[in-house]
């Protein structure tokens, strides 16, 4: 069966798979946007945000859904049985999104005091460049075998 969405190739892939490269930074940055989630978010908050409900209760109910149902999801469209699972992915899809919401105009934390959009596009940013840092510390290239101690 195919994959419904592609998958970051990490070096654990790469490691792993001899004829799989890994993913450059542009298109693990990409991949690791869950797309289906955001689209969903979306059609959720355009149907009730005219709709005559307490909005903030709304929206937060529909993120924690969304949150939850990310790696699932995730896990699921990318499976593979030739591959790892791609836990990392899973992770950092539902840290894409989270950051994602907390970044869009309208989000749930904007009817907070505290919020300013600016912190939403600054984590942005920092989300971008930082996701792939986490996958180099978190993702390792596969068991290290070691070596026989000399003999004496």
Do not use: C, H
Request: hydrophobic fraction near 55%.
């Amino acid at each position: 069966m195919p994959t419904l969405r592609p998958r970051a190739i990490t070096a654990l892939d790469a490691a792993s798979d001899p004829a799989a490269q890994e993913s450059s930074y542009l298109a693990k940055v990409v991949r690791y946007i869950p797309g289906e989630i955001v689209g969903a978010y979306l059609a959720a908050y355009n149907a009730v945000a005219t709709a005559t409900v307490p909005l903030q209760t709304v929206l937060w109910i529909i993120v924690a859904v969304l949150v939850v149902l990310t790696p699932v999801w995730i896990l699921y469209a990318t499976a593979d049985p030739n591959k790892p699972r791609p836990v990392f992915q899973a992770i950092a899809a539902t840290l894409s999104f989270i950051i994602w919401v907390f970044a869009i105009p309208g989000n749930p934390f904007s009817m907070m005091s505290w919020y300013q959009p600016v912190y939403g596009f600054l984590l942005l940013i920092l989300g971008t460049f930082v996701m792939p840092i986490l996958e180099k510390v978190f993702v390792r290239q596969g068991p290290v075998v070691a070596s026989e101690p000399p003999s004496v």
